[in-house]
Nanobody, 115 residues
Framework: QVQLVESGGGLVQPGGSLRLSCATSGLNFGVYAMTWYRQAPGKQRELVATITSGSTRTYANFVKGRFTISRDNAANTVYLQMNSLKPEDTAVYYC?????????WGQGTQVTVSS
């Protein structure tokens, strides 16, 4: 059974940092592209950052220079380091594993940026 479990969310002040983790099990992690998405209240889910099996990274324009995606294949885990957080970064953050037609989602972790 494939599982993706996000953690690391919470309440942070504007300008602060958080590191999200997505621990996976039940899949051959190293061959999957891993993506972080987010969904704010009343908005559609949007892509934040992707890292391929070959560790090529792509980012949404709104997080470039602030967020960094990384992966640890030995730990079957993908990370999202978020710096210089803004109130508009408030959302539920989800991780996704994708390989051809196989797509798996975690349950999400809440990130709230507020003073």
């Amino acid at each position: 059974q494939v599982q993706l479990v996000e953690s690391g969310g919470g309440l942070v002040q504007p300008g602060g940092s958080l590191r999200l983790s997505c621990a996976t099990s039940g899949l051959n992690f190293g061959v999957y592209a891993m993506t972080w998405y987010r969904q704010a209240p009343g908005k559609q889910r949007e892509l934040v950052a992707t890292i391929t099996s070959g560790s090529t990274r792509t980012y949404a324009n709104f997080v470039k220079g602030r967020f960094t995606i990384s992966r640890d294949n030995a730990a079957n885990t993908v990370y999202l380091q978020m710096n210089s957080l803004k109130p508009e970064d408030t959302a539920v953050y989800y991780c996704n594993a994708l390989l051809r037609r196989y797509s798996y989602w975690g349950q999400g972790t809440q990130v709230t940026v507020s003073s």
